[in-house]
T-cell receptor
């Protein structure tokens, strides 16, 4: 049990679909993150939330839309994705920004 | 200046051998250097971390060596076991930064 749970674990969608990824943490952390992990590339930070406020957006295309309704939940809404968006999407949390992060097991996303 | 360069990309070691993974950085403001271990189908998990006030930190078979003047740090896995086969990521952060900067990862295979 990692303390950070992501659903679904796998998602296949067409380019015109709309779907959402969900992340839930039970660690009492105040910061949450979305990362993209592609083969043979460094982890790419997408978004950072601290106390439910977005504090970082690393030039992510608008087809990715995050939502943090409370400090335990984080969503990533997807629409009109491209084949190059196929990757493992990881959620993480930490007590405060910049502190050691605990990762979920990710959602494997495939765009047809 | 925010990059962390990690090598090698892949590493094959015999059981009982020593696995060594190296990372180099440019940003002298970095003051926290964690290593993450990722098994297939799982998210990265914090393995061991060091701050630059010490040159070495050991936890069981895992040791971080830190060379502040060379701006390099490395992970040594002693008596490597097949169960250590995973992808290892180094990372770095500074107190003022909101995010970790990750290396590109090393895929370690320990042969039985």
């Amino acid at each position: 049990e990692t303390g950070v749970t992501q659903t679904p674990r796998h998602l296949v969608m067409g380019m015109t679909n709309k779907k959402s990824l969900k992340c839930e943490q039970h660690l009492g952390h105040n910061a949450m993150y979305w990362y993209k992990q592609s083969a043979k590339k460094p982890l790419e930070l997408m978004f950072v939330y601290s106390l439910e406020e977005r504090v970082e957006n690393n030039s992510v295309p608008s087809r990715f839309s995050p939502e943090c309704p409370n400090s335990s939940h984080l969503f990533l809404h997807l629409h009109t994705l491209q084949p190059e968006d196929s990757a493992l999407y990881l959620c993480a949390s930490s007590p405060e920004e910049g502190q050691p992060q605990h990762f979920g097991d990710g959602t494997r996303l495939s765009i047809l | 200046q925010q990059q962390v360069k990690q090598s090698p990309q892949s590493l094959i070691v015999q059981k009982g051998g020593i696995s060594i993974i190296n990372c180099a950085y440019e940003n002298t403001a970095f003051d926290y250097f964690p290593w993450y271990q990722q098994f297939p189908g799982k998210g990265p998990a914090l393995l061991i971390a060091i701050r630059p006030d010490v040159s070495e930190k050991k936890e069981g078979r895992f040791t971080i060596s830190f060379n502040k003047s060379a701006k390099q740090f490395s992970l040594h896995i002693m008596d490597s076991q097949p169960g250590d086969s995973a992808t290892y990521f180094c990372a770095a952060n500074s107190g003022s930064a909101r995010q970790l900067t990750f290396g590109s990862g090393t895929q370690l295979t320990v042969l039985p």
